[in-house]
């Protein structure tokens, strides 16, 4: 079994740039999180604001806890605002429930970590997000 | 009175367990608080998210500290949103105030610690373990 | 890759108690951690101080996130105390160097979490958690 | 002035692991930060224990927090470990003073963020950092 390795979550994390580039986003900032929730790669593009790292980190800390892709959360803040805030609390606060929090997934469903993304809106930031990870050959869940 | 034995906090847990796969819910993890609020014994089902720790012992964490189940302080929360974030905040995030938090009680209601119970929704997390308690020989507060 | 089962994390610590039993050791507690750092299982037997779970925790989590079992982290805060001091700051306390917590291994040397123990004397803990990790069909790094 | 750009960033990064590789060094991990200490770039090498970042992080953050590079820490720490311990405090744990927490400098000295290197002993986490630092054209200070 070998996770994702660091050329895997750089080509991700390239490929998200890219994405974003393409479709004239902000800055983005990525970073890669095995299946633990340990981080194994993380970029800020030039000129995006100096806390990104927290909030894509926020992201997809929070997807691979819950096993819980962003949009997901984010349905389930809205439906019930305080669970994701105490969510958050029991996180020491490395959770953020918007889209943009990526679960990656190999080809039998198997969740291997999540990417998380943050710069754009939400909804671009996943869109990003979402070709990194199909362009590193692995399964996003949204 | 001697409180819940170890050998007690198992077989709620596993009969919590065995509710849960009775009733086709996923995977669940659950954790067994004395009336301290202090940990005797937690177990996280294979397949289950890896911060499913974190999620039951704050049901289980604000159940005793408050002296109340997670229905009602996800009633409080309901009506009052702003004071169960800041009680999450005072007990250090560990406080997370849906069903699945429930209070141990002895014959004479006398509270002898809380189970807490995550992975299927919230409401199913009670089922199961308001089971888990009967089997135990205790009475479960909701 | 199966990682280890909430089953044989069980029989880890069943069997690190039947040592310290035999040994008529002090009531001791033990967790097992997955290979990232979240928690499988934790058991506190009767008449344990309620703490046990926060040093049998800093035992395993430290052992996991520096890949450097409890005898090797304290050598090194014997040598060098403020670098154990500063990296419990920097994983928000989740680190005790003493011995107690040990390495999971399987026969190729690749690791798969940690167990931490926690109840007698450090060196206690260590001799029954490695009996324990030996009856689970694993290989210690005490 | 321009400050650090991610593409610097990953030169120094990529510069620190081949000078590590070159020196039969450990799997290394690195992080760079910015000058008022925020993330640019992190990567952890395939093999690494999970809880690199941490570490590199905190030898990072403490440099350009103090404006004193590993090394002068350390040699405080040695004289004064109660300094060091309550700086961790008051950093929030994010203060590692040891080797391998290194000032990026340009020509005319002016300190433009930090680079922290971790994975092998820390004093040659500091050797591969330094490569890595001249590699990027920065002076650093080690």
């Known amino acids: 079994m070998a996770g994702i390795s660091l050329s895997r979550a ?3 994390i390239r490929k998200t740039f890219d994405a974003g580039k393409e479709a004239r986003m902000n800055p983005l ?4 999180l095995d299946e633990g929730g340990n981080i194994i790669a993380f970029e800020r593009q030039d000129g995006a604001s100096p806390g990104r790292f927290q909030i894509a980190h926020g992201k997809a800390h929070g997807a691979v806890m819950l096993g819980m892709p962003g949009s997901a959360q984010m349905a389930r803040a809205e439906a019930q605002a305080y669970f994701m805030a105490a969510a958050n609390g029991a996180f020491g606060g490395a959770l953020v429930p918007v889209p943009g929090g990526i ?11 999540a990417l998380g993304v943050t710069g754009d809106t939400s909804d671009n930031d996943a869109v990003a997000g979402k070709a990194g990870v199909e362009a590193a050959g692995l399964v996003p869940e949204v």
């Open 29 to 32: 900032s990525a970073v890669v």
């Open 103 to 113: 679960l990656l997934k190999d080809s039998k469903g198997r969740t291997l970590g």
């Open 10 to 12: 750089r080509q991700m």
